[in-house]
């Protein structure tokens, strides 16, 4: 199985600040298609995840550009321009490109 | 816009069978662009793929579960569903229902979820 590994396990973050997520896993995630099979989703509390970026740097409909994904093979980050109190909660890293699909722990986001 | 629904018991009891279903409205479950799955979190935890099913009825198994997992679909209600056997107490957690782009290979909508408690 693909190891998904995210750092850091929480941030604490003043809201107009960037906040950056890694994820790292353990096989190269890009694709024969010639994308990078990594997703970003969002937990925020006491609700589904939601899909925040796919294919590694490709924004889902209605998400703001204030987030941002980017890296290729292992190393993949998240990016959130100007955190908003809107944007607490977890945050998961997902790999599509191996049988079994695979997240990695999360990175809890909380707002100072 | 597609939404998902999960539906079925809240409580098992340990050695008998999870069942849910998945409704889905505003979007036909007939799309070769599409897999319908499972995922589910365990209370406090972090997210566990089970499975996903084509209309046609192709599957793919987390191999983690595989042997215990039968995933089925009815394209003439609009649903699928999870059978999950021999549970246990670590099967505890909310299960997720969502849509999976076979290309692109995101999950997108998720259904609200809905907790199943093992416990006797």
């Known amino acids: 199985d693909i190891v998904m590994t995210q750092s850091p396990l929480s941030l604490s973050v003043t809201p107009g600040e960037p906040a950056s997520i890694s994820c790292r896993s353990s096989q190269s995630l890009l694709h024969s298609d010639g994308y990078n099979h990594l997703d970003w989703y969002l937990q925020k509390p006491g609700q589904s995840p939601q899909l925040l970026i796919y294919?590694?740097?490709s924004r889902a409909s209605g998400v703001p550009d204030r987030f941002s994904g980017s890296g290729s093979g292992t190393d993949f980050t998240l990016k959130i321009n100007r955190v908003e109190a809107d944007d607490v909660g977890v945050y998961y890293c997902m790999q599509g490109v191996q049988i079994p699909v695979t997240f990695g722990g999360g990175t809890k986001v909380e707002i100072k | 816009q597609a939404q998902l629904q999960e539906s079925g018991p809240g409580r098992v009891k340990p050695s008998d069978t999870l069942s849910l279903t998945c409704g889905v409205s505003g979007y036909s479950i007939i799309d070769e662009d599409y897999w319908w799955g499972w995922v589910r979190q365990p209370p406090g935890k972090g997210l566990e793929w089970i499975a996903y099913?084509?209309?046609?009825?192709?599957?793919y198994y987390n191999p983690s579960l595989k042997s215990r997992v039968t995933m089925s679909v009815d394209t003439s209600k609009n649903q699928f569903s999870l059978k999950l056997n021999s549970v246990t107490a670590i099967d505890t957690a909310v299960y997720f229902c969502?849509?999976?782009?076979?290309?692109?290979?995101?999950?997108?909508?998720w259904g609200q979820g809905t907790l199943v408690t093992v416990s006797s």
């Open positions: 099913i084509y209309y046609g009825g192709d599957t």
């Open positions: 969502a849509r999976y782009h076979g290309v692109r290979g995101w999950f997108d909508p």
């Open positions: 294919l590694g740097s």
